[in-house]
């Protein structure tokens, strides 16, 4: 093209150009889309159009043609911020998060200080149900500008779903705590300052700042929660014991000997230990941890746990448990879906003991392999009731001399609770009877169910 002709073409496309903003302008967007189509077509001023015509189609509802548009800026101009910030919100619009996560995430490479993409990441991040990142990155956002009210609201929120509520009851059980730490440091006076102590499951740091207060000087641990390996850090720095305690975000089944920790462990110390006893998956955990991370002769803490429980009458626990009759109508159906275990705590719960306490299920933590099993048990009734079914709780054997209890009778104030393993419906039983009970696990969950009569 002549110089003349290129000129004769700009000037067209300028025409069409004032023709678009003024249809733009006045609302008039299909006739605004049209012109400013012509204007590309003349491949005048791209880079100002491309964004022009994409605001205007995303107007229209055409969010497919309005991201093509802001690709086709991307190609010119990979780390345009507006097109990646506008190409982010319609993904997020047409209900593509990862998408939009990528935009975002390319925004903020590109500028670093643009709170906005911050926010917008850590929404679509949100969105695409990625919590541990989209925390990060609100964490992050609340650094920057403290008064952010909505950004702090996010902070507290995911950090309520990430970490249970269970964690600030467990650090302020006294009873539990006294109970590791002795156990600890019997342990490490056993094994010597330079036994080399592994944590399984950090929480606060609380197992391996104690340690390290009885002089190992070397303790590895380890947190699956990102959130919370980065608070255990800042705990584990702020009591002075940086230097003896790592703290690495990782399950305990990624560790690697070599890598993670220079040699297997002398001293496994790990309280992953869930009310019901085996939720936390225990047993996998500590089976890997002998195979692959500790020494044949470690020492193990706690070395055996016990699932205690008694047969229970409760007009309270009842109305959790089981349904009937409700307003007229028979909806008995329902109970079907009752919960198999109900979380209770022995001083909150009103509840009559039928039994005395029995031992339900011994979990040996020491084990290399821990089999599904499950075995039928007479348990001595020792009052007339209504069985809904057995409360249990925890008895855990941490060294020689050293056991913890939450028995009911007298543990109110720590973070595991005693759990209500109803039966199908209430069964009435008798002083001085036998009740039949199924009791084993499946190496996650306990069971705990009324026996079938059989004759
Ligand atoms: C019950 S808390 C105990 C925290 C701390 N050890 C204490 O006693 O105060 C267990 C913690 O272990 C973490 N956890 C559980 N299993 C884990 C595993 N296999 N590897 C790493 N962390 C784990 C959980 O996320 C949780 O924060």
Redesign the pocket.
Known sequence: MTAENLQQDHSKAREFLNDAMTFHASGDLDRAEQYYVEVLNHGYRIADILPLLAGVVGAKGKYEAAIAYWNDLLQIRPDHPVALLEKGALHLKVGDAEKAVNCFEAATLGSPDNMLALNNLAVALTQANRQHDALEKFRILVRHQPTNVLARHQVRRLTSRIVPFW?IP??NDTRRNDA?EAAIVKAIAERGPDARVL??????G??SLMAARAGAKQVVT????PV?AATAKEIVEQNGFSDRIVVLN????ELVVGQDINRRADILV???LSSDLLA??VLT?FEDARKRLINEDALVIPRRATAVGCLVQSEILTKYAFVDQVSGFDVSGFASLAPNKLPVHGTMTEWKRLSHDVDLQVIDLTGTIHSEEYRVIDIPVVSDGMAAGMVQWLKIDLAEGIEFENHPDDYSDGGWLQILHPFLAPVPVQEGSTFRVIVGHDRSSLIVMAAPITD
């Not at 944590?199 to 606060?204: A, N």
């Not at 380890?222 to 929660?225: A, F, L, P």
């Not at 990782?250 to 089944?253: D, H, N, P």
């Open positions: 964690h467990m650090l590791f944590d399984i499951g950090t929480g606060s609380l197992l380890c947190e699956v929660v919370i990782k399950s305990s089944s790990s309280e992953i936390e998956d955990t």
